[in-house]
């Protein structure tokens, strides 16, 4: 079974300067996209950015210039470099992989467990 685990937040002040990393562990034979989700407190889940195989990146309009995406594909890992951060952007982030364990078996979304990103003011 394939499980996402991330890991780099924390608190910091606005301005300041956090990496997140998203490490899979498990069975995969293929990862397509990687992307980056946020839930702030009393809101819904928002993306945040998609990186695909090939390092094509896309982000929120509320984080382009300030975020940036990145994956290693040895690793089967994905990073989130966030920059210039703001209160606005204080929220668990999750990441997320489509994955294909095998290759007789189709692609599947999985997701992590969170981590928690604090921007003071």
Known sequence: QVQLAESGGGYVQAGGTLRLSCATTGSI?????????????????????????????????????RFTGSRDNVKNMAFLHMNSLKPEDTAVYYCSATIRSSPASGYSVVWGQGTLVTVSS
Do not use: L, N
């Open 29 to 65: 034979f293929s990862i397509a996209a990687m992307g980056w989700y946020r839930q702030a407190p009393g809101k819904q889940r928002e993306w945040v950015s998609t990186i695909t195989k090939d390092g094509t990146t896309a982000y929120a309009d509320s984080v382009k210039g």
